[in-house]
């Protein structure tokens, strides 16, 4: 071999080259990797400062640089085999953490947030799952839950459900089926559309469901009334309310509530721009008190029973109080429950007075006739009430006297011999004017919306006001137009009646009622589960049952010859809780229509904004729907032409 020999020197010397020049590299290396961690970190602090308008972050994009800075230190720490003692590493971590505080401190607020809510939603699926089991369901038990969502852990669906409004329904059927589970006001809850399954609620009436409100509505309405009763106490108070919405009653009732409205249809005129909705409101509320309860209660300044204490106008404030916040979360802490509660307490004092004066009167006239009411002058005597509390007041002395007597024959009481007290009639007295206020106030209000969209429907009518002399031949009002305006009258016409039914089938006032299952039983293909709050939607069953996606306003769809199947048509609800009061609501409407067009040739929209509807309490306007007035005169058909 030629060259120099190797030597052990030789290799020393080459092993110790080599090793600087790996050491050399492993420190370039690790610079490298520090002046990146650096530029990370600068990204990290940039990120997380606050911009000043065009690098701003939202939140989600926030919470992943947060995330990421994270793992790029942990890794740059523990993951490349740095030299640094463990302890070093350690400090260096704590020091960065300390460094970049708002990075971490977030990322661990989000974390830990992130794991409650996560624990909450298992719970709160368990809590469903366990009010849904009912050991005594036999084969039920296999059948699965109706499809749908229970929302957020203690909140639900209630947001949605207070934003939405009528959308609420329509959207989660659409998504879900006809039959859907929710949870609305810490209630679980499966909603109905449809009269196959509606049928099956409305007839199941104290045997698989039984009447139930949420709590705001028991407690402000009061548990005494016919809202809130079951059973046999259901049915006797029902059967005394009844009383008050006979035919006779009705014609009664008709004089005051044609005046009433008379006179607000024409005040209407001297504004603007007048409210419908808010106009309606006071008018159905003062013939509500006036003409449906005949309290006779004055306004400011005219007077009144019971020491001055209270007037119809303040009692029509306190009463808006007490409606605006029925459907409320019942904790005291809650401003609209409070509201609630003490519009109902103020309304309470106000009608004892009222109602003390009415029992004490007809106390005196039990004397004067003694048994006699018993025999056939009882009758003429309930039906010869001037107003709802004056006829159930009336019915229930005779009750007791009934009563009394067969103690006498007897010596007991039947189980099902009840009474009325004082707070039991003042709570009938306040559903009597919700049901008699807010929802026909509700139903004028969307009619006049409707002949506003379809002036082809006003037309017809005009022409049916004409033909029962409402109208003269020009087209003016008819001098002796109010004096025809008889019970008699009003049945003929029958367009008015189906422009009423139909306005009622678009936009029912409520949109629907509340049940309880008493039981697990089955609808469709899904089990309903014992204890829970079953819904069935009014406004949803139309729309379902009409086939028709939009709203169509067509009077023609009641056509006798057209009738749908049973429970496809239900503003007024069905079975054994029909709407005791749905003939009074149809001749107010009726009333109040023909007022309007007898004074005005028209009226138009003021504004798109009024097409937008709030459900809650009663469906309306949310901006009250203010409208253009044109009123009728003498020389109407100058001003057509």
Same mark, same amino acid.
């Given at each position: 071999?030629?060259?120099r020999?190797?030597?052990?020197?030789?290799?020393?010397?080459?092993?110790?080259?080599?090793?600087?020049?790996?050491?050399?590299?492993?420190?370039?290396?690790?610079?490298?990797?520090?002046?990146?961690?650096?530029?990370?970190?600068?990204?990290?602090?940039?990120?997380?400062?606050?911009?000043?308008?065009?690098?701003?972050?939202?939140?989600d994009?926030?919470?992943?640089?947060?995330?990421?800075?994270?793992?790029?230190?942990?890794?740059?720490?523990?993951?490349?085999?740095?030299?640094?003692?463990?302890? $070093?590493?350690l400090a260096?971590?704590?020091?960065?953490?300390?460094?970049?505080?708002?990075?971490?401190?977030?990322?661990?607020?989000?974390?830990?947030?992130?794991?409650?809510?996560?624990?909450?939603?298992?719970?709160?699926?368990?809590?469903?799952?366990?009010?849904?089991?009912?050991?005594d369901?036999?084969?039920?038990?296999?059948?699965p839950?109706?499809?749908?969502?229970?929302?957020?852990?203690?909140?639900?669906?209630?947001?949605?459900?207070? =934003?939405?409004?009528?959308?609420?329904?329509?959207?989660?059927?659409?998504?879900?089926?006809?039959?859907?589970?929710?949870?609305?006001?810490?209630?679980?809850?499966? *909603?109905?559309?449809?009269?196959?399954?509606?049928?099956?609620?409305?007839?199941?009436?104290?045997?698989?469901?039984?009447?139930?409100?949420?709590?705001?509505?028991?407690?402000?309405?009061?548990?005494?009334?016919?809202?809130?009763?079951?059973?046999? !106490?259901?049915?006797?108070?029902?059967?005394?309310?009844?009383?008050?919405?006979?035919?006779?009653?009705?014609?009664?009732?008709?004089?005051?509530?044609?005046?009433?409205?008379?006179?607000?249809?024409?005040?209407m005129?001297?504004?603007? #721009?007048?409210?419908?909705?808010?106009?309606?409101?006071?008018?159905?509320?003062?013939?509500?008190?006036?003409?449906?309860?005949?309290?006779?209660?004055?306004?400011?300044?005219?007077?009144?029973?019971?020491? $001055?204490?209270?007037?119809?106008?303040?009692?029509?404030a306190?009463?808006?109080?007490?409606?605006?916040?029925?459907?409320?979360?019942?904790?005291?802490?809650?401003?609209?429950?409070?509201?609630?509660?003490?519009?109902?307490?103020?309304?309470?004092?106000?009608?004892?007075?009222?109602?003390?004066?009415?029992?004490?009167?007809?106390?005196?006239?039990?004397?004067? #006739?003694?048994?006699?009411?018993?025999?056939?002058?009882?009758?003429?005597?309930i039906?010869?009430?001037?107003?709802?509390?004056?006829?159930?007041?009336?019915?229930?002395?005779?009750?007791?006297? *009934?009563?009394?007597?067969? /103690?006498?024959? =007897?010596?007991?009481?039947?189980?099902?011999?009840?009474?009325?007290?004082?707070?039991?009639?003042?709570?009938?007295?306040?559903?009597?004017?919700?049901?008699?206020?807010?929802?026909?106030?509700?139903? !004028?209000?969307s009619?006049?919306?409707?002949?506003a969209?379809?002036?082809?429907?006003?037309?017809?009518?005009? #022409?049916?006001?004409?033909?029962?002399?409402?109208?003269?031949?020009?087209?003016?009002?008819?001098?002796?137009?109010?004096?025809?305006?008889?019970?008699?009258? !009003?049945?003929?016409?029958s367009y008015?009646?189906?422009?009423?039914?139909?306005?009622?089938?678009?936009?029912?006032?409520?949109?629907?009622?509340?049940?309880r299952?008493m *039981?697990?039983?089955?609808?469709?293909?899904?089990?309903?589960p014992?204890?829970?709050?079953?819904?069935?939607?009014? =406004?949803?069953?139309?729309?379902?049952?009409?086939?028709?996606?939009?709203?169509?306003?067509d009077?023609?769809?009641?056509?006798?010859?057209?009738?749908?199947?049973?429970?496809?048509?239900?503003?007024?609800?069905?079975?054994?809780?029909m709407?005791?009061?749905?003939?009074?609501a149809?001749?107010?409407?009726?009333v109040?229509?023909?007022?309007? !067009?007898?004074?005005?040739?028209?009226?138009?929209?003021?504004?798109?904004?009024?097409?937008?509807?709030?459900?809650?309490?009663?469906?309306?306007?949310?901006?009250?729907?203010?409208?253009?007035?044109?009123?009728?005169?003498?020389n109407?058909?100058? /001003?057509?032409?």
């Amino acid at each position: 071999m030629t060259g120099r020999r190797t030597t052990d020197t030789d290799v020393h010397e080459f092993s110790c080259q080599k090793q600087q020049t790996n050491s050399s590299q492993f420190q370039a290396y690790h610079q490298q990797k520090r002046q990146q961690q650096q530029v990370q970190q600068q990204q990290v602090i940039s990120a997380t400062a606050p911009s000043n308008g065009s690098g701003h972050h939202d939140d989600d994009e926030y919470s992943m640089m947060m995330l990421m800075a994270l793992n790029n230190d942990t890794d740059t720490n523990f993951g490349h085999h740095n030299h640094e003692p463990v302890g $070093g590493s350690l400090a260096k971590l704590v020091l960065t953490c300390l460094a970049h505080f708002p990075v971490y401190g977030t990322t661990v607020t989000v974390a830990l947030l992130y794991a409650l809510y996560t624990l909450a939603t298992i719970f709160w699926r368990q809590f469903h799952a366990r009010r849904a089991y009912d050991a005594d369901a036999g084969e039920l038990a296999r059948l699965p839950l109706p499809p749908g969502s229970v929302g957020v852990p203690f909140i639900g669906e209630t947001w949605n459900w207070l =934003r939405n409004g009528a959308k609420f329904n329509s959207s989660r059927r659409k998504q879900y089926g006809n039959v859907f589970k929710t949870n609305v006001l810490l209630m679980p809850m499966i *909603k109905v559309t449809g009269h196959e399954f509606v049928s099956e609620i409305l007839r199941g009436e104290h045997t698989k469901v039984t009447t139930i409100w949420p709590r705001s509505v028991q407690d402000i309405l009061g548990e005494h009334g016919l809202v809130n009763s079951t059973s046999a !106490i259901h049915r006797f108070k029902r059967r005394i309310s009844s009383r008050a919405f006979t035919r006779d009653a009705l014609d009664g009732y008709l004089v005051a509530m044609r005046d009433i409205s008379a006179r607000n249809v024409a005040l209407m005129a001297t504004y603007e #721009c007048p409210k419908v909705y808010d106009m309606m409101l006071r008018q159905t509320f003062d013939i509500a008190v006036n003409a449906l309860l005949g309290l006779d209660i004055p306004s400011s300044g005219d007077g009144g029973v019971g020491d $001055g204490v209270g007037d119809l106008d303040e009692l029509y404030a306190t009463f808006n109080d007490l409606v605006k916040n029925i459907f409320s979360i019942p904790y005291k802490i809650g401003l609209g429950y409070s509201k609630g509660m003490n519009a109902r307490a103020k309304i309470l004092g106000l009608l004892q007075g009222y109602i003390e004066k009415k029992k004490s009167w007809m106390r005196e006239e039990t004397k004067k #006739c003694g048994d006699k009411l018993l025999e056939e002058d009882g009758r003429k005597y309930i039906e010869g009430g001037s107003g709802a509390v004056d006829i159930i007041i009336r019915e229930e002395m005779i009750h007791k006297m *009934k009563m009394r007597r067969k /103690q006498q024959d =007897r010596d007991e009481v039947d189980d099902d011999d009840f009474e009325i007290d004082d707070l039991t009639m003042k709570e009938m007295a306040i559903e009597l004017m919700f049901a008699g206020y807010f929802t026909s106030a509700s139903a !004028i209000t969307s009619c006049i919306l409707e002949l506003a969209q379809h002036p082809e429907v006003f037309r017809k009518l005009e #022409c049916e006001l004409q033909q029962f002399g409402f109208l003269n031949s020009d087209m003016t009002s008819s001098q002796d137009g109010e004096a025809a305006m008889d019970s008699g009258t !009003i049945n003929r016409m029958s367009y008015l009646d189906k422009v009423v039914k139909e306005t009622l089938r678009v936009k029912p006032p409520v949109l629907g009622a509340y049940r309880r299952a008493m *039981k697990t039983f089955q609808i469709g293909d899904y089990r309903i589960p014992k204890g829970w709050v079953v819904i069935y939607n009014i =406004r949803d069953t139309h729309e379902f049952e009409s086939g028709d996606e939009v709203e169509k306003f067509d009077p023609e769809n009641f056509e006798k010859t057209t009738n749908g199947p049973k429970h496809s048509y239900i503003p007024f609800g069905g079975g054994s809780r029909m709407c005791i009061g749905q003939e009074y609501a149809r001749l107010i409407i009726k009333v109040t229509i023909i007022n309007m !067009i007898r004074h005005y040739r028209k009226w138009e929209l003021v504004s798109a904004r009024s097409l937008d509807m709030t459900a809650i309490p009663t469906l309306h306007p949310k901006d009250g729907f203010p409208v253009r007035l044109f009123p009728r005169t003498q020389n109407n058909q100058q /001003q057509q032409s």
